[in-house]
C-alpha cells in the first residue's frame, strides 16, 4: 500500500509538472534557438550570437529596457508603499470582527485590475487622464498625462497593487496584535511601533511579493500597448519586431532579454526575503 500510494503520488507530481513544462520550457527552447539564428524564420542563417549581442547592445532596446525597469520598479515601490496600511486595516479589521460592506467593497476594488486586461487598465487611465479625460476637463495641466511615464507609472501602480497586497494579507493576519500593544502600553507612539514591530515582521513577504510583481508588471503589453506615444518598454519592442517584418529572430532575442530580467527580479525577491527571514530567526 505505501509503494502505491508513493507511486501514485510521483504520478499526480509528473502530471502537474508536466503543464508548466509543457508551457514555460519547451517555448523558452524555441525563443533560444530562434534568437540564435537556428530557428525557423526564413532570415535565419544558422548559429549566431549576433541577434542577441544586438539585443543587449541596441540603443533604443536599452532604452526600453531602462524604462521598463524604473516604471516597473517604481510602480511596485509605490504599490508597496499603499498595500501596507490596507492589509494592516483589514487584518485588524478581521481580528476585531468588525468586517462589513466597506471591507468587502473595498477587497472588491483591490481584487479588481487582476481580472482587467492590461489594455483595459490603459483604457481606464486615458478615460481619467487623457487629453479628454475626467480630470484633463477640470484640470489643463494633466490634460494627456496617460501618454506620458507618469501616467504610465500609475497605471502600473494599479495593475501592481493587488499583486502585492494579496501575498500579504495573510501575513498581516498571523501578527499577533499583543507586540503592538505592549509596545503602546509601554509608551511606543504608532508610528515607533510601526516601524520597530509591524513593518519588521511583514518586509520579508512585502520583499518577495514585491519581486514577483515587478516581474509581472516587467512583461504587461496591454497597459503600455494602449498608451505609449513617446515612452517606449521593452515588450513592444518585442511585438513590433515580430510584426513589423517578422523578425523572429530579433523578436526571440528581446523576448529572452525580457524574460531574464523577469526571472532576475523574482529570484531577487525570493533571496532578499529568505535573507530577511534568516536574520530575523536569530
Same mark, same amino acid.
Do not use: K
Given at each position: ?12 507530481? #509528473?502530471?502537474?509538472?508536466? !503543464?508548466? &513544462? /509543457?508551457?514555460?520550457?519547451? @517555448? =523558452?527552447?524555441?525563443?533560444? %534557438?530562434? +534568437? ?35 516604471? #516597473?520598479?517604481?510602480?511596485? !515601490?509605490? &504599490? /508597496?508603499?499603499?498595500?501596507? @496600511? =490596507?492589509?494592516?486595516?483589514? %487584518?485588524? +479589521? ?43 476637463? /477640470? ?9 506620458? %511615464? ?133
Amino acid at each position: 500500500m505505501p509503494l502505491a500510494r508513493r507511486a501514485a503520488g510521483a504520478a499526480a507530481v #509528473a502530471v502537474a509538472l508536466a !503543464v508548466p &513544462a /509543457a508551457f514555460g520550457v519547451f @517555448p =523558452l527552447l524555441v525563443l533560444a %534557438a530562434n +534568437a540564435l539564428g537556428m530557428g525557423i524564420a526564413p532570415a535565419d542563417e544558422g548559429p549566431t550570437l549576433a541577434h542577441l549581442s544586438a539585443a543587449l547592445t541596441s540603443p533604443s532596446a536599452q532604452q526600453a529596457l531602462g524604462n521598463s525597469i524604473l516604471i #516597473a520598479g517604481g510602480s511596485v !515601490v509605490a &504599490a /508597496a508603499v499603499l498595500a501596507v @496600511p =490596507l492589509v494592516l486595516r483589514q %487584518a485588524h +479589521a478581521e481580528r476585531t470582527g468588525r468586517r462589513g460592506l466597506r471591507l468587502a467593497l473595498m477587497d472588491g476594488l483591490l481584487t479588481l485590475p487582476i481580472a482587467l486586461p492590461g489594455i483595459v487598465i490603459g483604457f481606464f487611465a486615458i478615460v481619467l487622464v487623457g487629453r479628454t479625460g475626467l480630470f484633463a476637463l /477640470a484640470w489643463e495641466d494633466v490634460s494627456g498625462l496617460a501618454y506620458t %511615464a507618469t501616467g504610465m507609472l500609475v497605471a502600473y501602480v494599479y495593475f501592481s497593487l493587488p499583486r502585492v497586497v494579496g501575498p500579504l494579507r495573510a501575513v498581516a493576519r498571523e501578527i499577533d496584535a499583543a507586540l503592538a500593544e505592549t509596545a503602546a502600553t509601554l509608551g511606543a507612539s504608532p508610528i515607533r511601533v510601526l516601524f520597530t514591530i509591524t513593518l519588521p515582521l511583514l518586509l520579508p513577504a512585502l520583499v518577495e511579493a514585491a519581486g514577483t510583481a515587478a516581474a509581472v508588471a516587467l512583461g504587461g503589453y496591454g497597459t503600455v500597448a494602449t498608451l505609449s506615444e513617446g515612452v517606449r518598454l521593452l515588450p513592444l519592442n518585442v511585438v513590433n519586431a515580430l510584426s513589423t517584418g517578422y523578425r523572429l529572430a530579433e523578436s526571440s532575442a528581446l523576448a529572452i532579454l525580457l524574460a531574464a530580467t523577469a526571472v532576475v527580479a523574482m529570484l531577487l525577491g525570493r533571496l532578499c526575503a529568505t535573507g530577511l527571514r534568516r536574520v530575523m530567526s536569530r
